[in-house]
């Protein structure tokens, strides 16, 4: 029986006295004295079993070597495989999308690039209509106006006409009035070449 170092020392006191007694045991470990130094020795330790060990190291290796070789490798082996076929088809998988990715992204560009210059058609359309309604609009406002400033030179035309013909009586009839008063008396003859000698 295998004996621990910490058992063993709190057995020694107690097997001290039996050892004295026995003489035949050792402390602690219960194994009969043989008077030599491999009593003690840990088996695998032991140069008397080394033989047998390398033996039983030989066959349990190469049994383990036979195993791994008949069971565990081909089952490796088929894992890999089927995760390496798994992996190429991802791949595929993954490159047919990438493809239909692109594919979709030239379209849309494409459809972009087209929608854009039909904007900016329709843009340039656009302004070239509000353009041409700007400058006929403009041109309405401008004959209106002309039209208008026309009417109003007539009317003052007509009003200075008007009142160029009342001036020469009024400034007669002002005249008049002034020298009567100044004077006390006009001659309406005079006044009259007077106001037309100064218009």
């Given amino acids: 029986m295998f004996v621990t170092p910490a058992y063993a020392e709190e057995a020694a006191p107690a097997a001290a006295g039996d050892h004295a007694a026995q003489g035949e045991t050792h402390a602690g470990t219960e194994v009969p004295a043989e008077g030599g130094h491999g009593g003690n020795t840990f088996p695998p330790f032991n140069p008397a079993t080394f033989s047998s060990q390398l033996f039983w190291l030989v066959i349990t290796f190469g049994l383990f070597y036979i195993f791994l070789k008949k069971v565990v490798m081909p089952r490796l082996g088929g894992i890999?495989?089927?995760?390496?076929?798994?992996?190429?088809?991802?791949?595929?998988?993954?490159?047919?999308?990438?493809?239909?990715?692109?594919?979709?992204?030239?379209?849309?560009?494409?459809?972009?690039?087209?929608?854009?210059?039909?904007?900016?058609?329709?843009?340039?359309?656009?302004?070239?209509?509000?353009?041409?309604?700007?400058?006929?609009?403009?041109?309405?406002?401008?004959?209106?106006?002309?039209?208008?400033?026309?009417?109003?030179?007539?009317?003052?035309?007509?009003?200075?006409?008007?009142?160029?013909?009342d001036v020469g009586s009024i400034a007669e009839t002002t005249a008049s009035a002034i020298l009567e008063s100044l004077v006390g008396k006009s001659d309406k003859a005079e006044v009259a070449a007077a106001v037309k000698a100064a218009r």
Avoid: F, H
Wanted: glycine share 4%; aromatic share 2%.
């Fill in 80 to 165: 890999l495989e089927v995760r390496s076929n798994r992996i190429a088809q991802d791949l595929d998988q993954a490159a047919k999308l990438k493809g239909e990715a692109d594919a979709a992204v030239a379209a849309y560009e494409q459809e972009l690039a087209e929608a854009k210059a039909n904007a900016n058609t329709i843009g340039q359309k656009s302004r070239d209509e509000a353009k041409a309604e700007a400058e006929a609009a403009r041109k309405d406002v401008e004959a209106g106006l002309e039209k208008k400033l026309a009417e109003a030179e007539e009317r003052i035309t007509a009003i200075k006409t008007s009142a160029m013909k």
